[in-house]
């Protein structure tokens, strides 16, 4: 990736291009956020960086995670994240990453937690059918219903569709527009939605066109 930087999202919006067609945007505040950490082909094999985004209060982090920090003599940072970035080699720890590293026009993907949405039914989080609701179909119409078990292979293979916790899961939305860019404010604004809720943290990436 050429790209990336770590954010919130802060919530959707809309906004107006010049023809006045209204854009739905989410808005992100994208860092600023600093090199943690620099990996380097010598030592581990690999080039990349690690991020920092967040400052927190000393007291809120573990041990070794103030020393992480203390050791980059960095302020102390709540999220951290690990980029393999074209760049990489050229950055320093301690340097710091901006909302302009994204400009207007740019696509990028979206990675965040999906919303939680606690423990949901079979037709809820799997889209099943319900069973008939006429002919003494009983108070089990939204149940799993049969599992189709029998002597062999006598078990439920690994996969099945059930009843469970539905959503918290990493889900990235590809090849977004950048519609907006704002370095004073750190805000980037991007078409469409993004996972998770607002104030959720978001890893943003450059797009990689396909040859």
């Not at 989410?26 to 960086?49: M, R």
């Not at 696509?107 to 006429?134: E, L």
Request: hydrophobic fraction near 35%; include cysteine; charged fraction near 25%.
């Amino acid at each position: 990736m050429k790209k990336a930087i770590i954010g919130k999202k802060v919530g959707m919006t809309q906004i107006f291009d010049e023809t006045g067609k209204v854009i739905p945007v989410t808005v992100i505040e994208a860092g600023p956020c600093v090199v943690v950490q620099k990996k380097t082909v010598e030592k581990e094999g690999y080039v990349s960086v690690q991020l920092g985004f967040e400052e927190v209060p000393e007291k809120k982090l573990s041990k070794p995670e103030k020393g992480h920090l203390s050791k980059a003599g960095v302020t102390m940072r709540k999220h951290l994240k690990e980029f393999r970035l074209e760049g990489a080699g050229s950055m320093n720890v301690g340097d710091v990453l901006k909302a302009d590293v994204f400009a207007e026009g740019d696509r990028v993907d979206v990675t965040g937690i999906s919303k939680g949405k606690g423990y949901a039914g079979v037709i809820k989080r799997w889209n099943a059918h319900r069973t008939p609701m006429s002919h003494g179909g009983g108070p089990v119409h939204r149940h799993a219903g049969s599992m189709n078990s029998a002597t062999d292979p006598s078990r439920i293979f690994p996969g099945k569709i059930g009843a469970g916790h539905m959503g918290v899961e990493q889900v990235t939305v590809q090849n977004l527009d950048v519609v907006k860019v704002d370095p004073e404010l750190n805000i980037i604004a991007v078409r469409g939605a993004i996972p998770g809720p607002n104030g959720g943290i978001v890893y943003l990436k450059n797009t990689v066109k396909n040859a």
